[in-house]
């Protein structure tokens, strides 16, 4: 089964934690039945990602074969072969739409917003395969956007509204992960000597300045999300104070990435690095207590 569970990148399904943050944010996290319409997001979505991804394997096996750490991928490797790819593939598909079909007629729920954000989200990646992961810029929007997507399918599904403020920050978070993976692979590119079309119109100079404006856009769109009315209404009035977690977080990624020239993809570097886990965790816990607790809060007044 692994050689399957690397055909669809499951460790990067954690990316499609997104759709649980309407749920989340809104204070709706102990709602059962929200919670079931989100987890069937989620499984629908990384069924989506795993297609993406297959796709995406399948267009560049030939290139993969030569990069140092992409030739071990399942297809580049030899490990499955086209033709079985293609069958996990058109399962994949299958399941995707009888699970939306099931969501639809059994949760009490109408999925076809979130169905069209599926679609949208397939046919722009398949544009991206084919085509716009090689146009600068463009590239990296994508990407943000399908976090973006992520977010949205998690709120049409249960019906939650999602500010303005929260989909803004989405976007330059993603932008902050994107940049970080092009420049980790700059700086391959400088070590090895080998460079691919998907790097033109980078470089490592571009890259820091494009990753210090996202990271400031990020903090500012988090500071006012938390600073809106509709997130004050919903939970403790301290909830600003978390920013303080972001701004560490940030600069821990920033001193890997700037100062530590640490070249893994900013997925990579959260799941290795214990600093940015344990800030995580306090913010998460912060945000729970803040959210969920507040009438205690409020009755012992403890903020």
Not at 70 to 94: D, E, F, M
Not at 149 to 157: D, E, F, S
Not at 191 to 209: C, E, H, M, P
Request: glycine letters at 4%.
């Amino acid at each position: 089964m692994k050689k399957y569970l690397k055909l669809l990148r499951v460790e990067q399904w954690v990316k499609n934690l997104f759709v649980f943050v309407p749920l989340f944010f809104s204070g709706n996290i102990k709602n059962l039945d929200l919670l079931t319409k989100s987890i069937f997001a989620f499984i629908i979505f990384s069924l989506a990602a795993g297609v993406v991804y297959i796709l995406n394997d399948y267009n560049d096996i030939e290139a993969d074969r030569k990069h140092p750490e992409k030739r071990r991928r399942p297809l580049a490797s030899g490990a499955i072969s086209k033709p079985t790819a293609i069958g996990v593939l058109i399962g994949l598909v299958i399941a995707n739409i009888l699970l939306t079909l099931f969501a639809h007629f059994y949760l009490d729920s109408s999925i076809w917003k979130f169905a069209s954000i599926i679609v949208f989200y397939f046919l722009m990646n398949l544009a991206y395969t084919f085509k716009l992961k090689h146009v600068p810029i463009i590239d990296i929007c994508i990407i943000a956007i399908g976090f973006v997507l992520r977010v949205q399918a998690g709120g049409y599904i249960t019906g939650i509204f999602i500010s303005q403020w929260a989909i803004l920050l989405t976007f330059v978070l993603a932008l902050v992960l994107a940049i970080g993976k092009r420049r980790g692979e700059l700086i391959n590119a400088q070590i090895s000597g080998k460079t691919r079309k998907s790097l033109d119109g980078y470089n490592v100079q571009f890259a820091d300045i494009a990753l210090s404006i996202s990271v400031t856009l990020a903090i500012v769109c988090y500071l006012m999300f938390t600073l809106s009315p509709e997130v004050q209404q919903k939970s403790h009035s301290s909830i600003f104070y978390t920013v303080i977690f972001v701004v560490f977080a940030f600069l821990r990624y920033l001193q890997q990435t700037l100062v530590y020239n640490r070249t893994e993809s900013p997925t990579k570097i959260l799941y290795r690095d214990l600093y940015i886990q344990i800030t995580l965790i306090l913010w998460v816990v912060s945000f729970l207590i803040l959210i969920y607790f507040k009438e205690s809060i409020h009755q012992f007044n403890l903020l």
